[in-house]
């Protein structure tokens, strides 16, 4: 894989931690604002608060739609990596799939960013 790919697939594993981050960030917005000051009677107009939800929304369906993408293209990566044995390949695979997350960047940068396939007719 070219540089630039692997530069493009790191830069999509660690696009849904932005995407939690942003998630959160909306969360605790739509929190902070409709909380009512002390001895305040609540004002709550429904159609407001679902326009707010709106963006949390996309969010996690952009958030859950590309880990979803992800863990089919690492799969798929670690079961064509010949570099693994089984035992590293069931492995990685059970990672990717209950803790998807946490063990994308890892792999990425054990074995894609820092693999480097070895040069024709240079051999050790």
């Not at 799969?75 to 492995?91: E, G, W």
């Not at 990717?96 to 054990?110: D, K, R, S």
Request: contains cysteine.
């Amino acid at each position: 894989m070219s540089k630039s790919g692997k530069t493009i697939v790191g830069v999509l594993t660690f696009l849904p931690f932005l995407l939690l981050i942003l998630f959160l960030v909306n969360l605790f917005r739509i929190i902070a604002e409709n909380i009512p000051a002390y001895g305040e009677q609540p004002h709550v107009d429904p159609r407001q608060i679902a326009l707010m939800f709106i963006p949390m929304i996309l969010t996690i369906v952009l958030l859950s739609m590309l880990t979803l993408g992800l863990m089919i293209y690492y799969i798929i990566h670690c079961a064509n990596n010949k570099s693994l044995t089984s035992n590293d390949r069931v492995m990685w695979i059970l990672l990717f799939v209950f803790v998807g997350m946490i063990a994308f960047p890892v792999y990425w940068y054990i074995k894609i960013w820092k693999d480097n396939p070895p040069v024709a007719g240079n051999v050790v």
